[in-house]
Nanobody
Framework: QVQLVESGGGLVQAGDALTLSCAYS????????MGWFRQAPGKEREFVAG????????NYAESVKGRFTISRDNARNTVYLQMNSLTPEDAAVYYC????????????????????WGQGTQVTVSS
């Protein structure tokens, strides 16, 4: 049973930084692509960032390029999302997610590519 548990969300001011963590358990973490998504009230869940199983290939939404960094520590079974220069538009519930297939590199950034999801962590950014 795969479990993903996000942490690190909170209330910050515009311009601040925040790092989210996602602890993975249930399978061999180092074999799976990992992604971060977010969902703001009234909006669709959107892709934020993804990393392959080695951490060497990453992908970002245009809206966060240059500000957010995804990384992983396979020894700790954890994926991170470092978020800098936060704006109120970044406020959302952030989810980590993973496909069920080993060594599967998602062809798209749609949520349908992912099978396992965490419960989410809230990020609030005040202006």
């Amino acid at each position: 049973q795969v479990q993903l548990v996000e942490s690190g969300g909170g209330l910050v001011q515009a311009g601040d930084a925040l790092t989210l963590s996602c602890a993975y358990s249930g399978r061999t973490f180092s074999l799976y692509y990992m992604g971060w998504f977010r969902q703001a009230p009234g909006k669709e869940r959107e892709f934020v960032a993804g990393t392959d199983w080695t951490g060497s290939s990453t992908n970002y939404a245009e809206s966060v390029k240059g500000r957010f960094t995804i990384s992983r520590d396979n020894a700790r079974n954890t994926v991170y999302l470092q978020m800098n220069s936060l704006t109120p538009e970044d406020a959302a519930v952030y989810y980590c997610a993973s496909p069920a297939t080993v060594y599967y590199f998602p062809r798209t950034t749609t949520r349908g590519e992912y099978d396992y999801w965490g419960q989410g962590t809230q990020v609030t950014v005040s202006s």
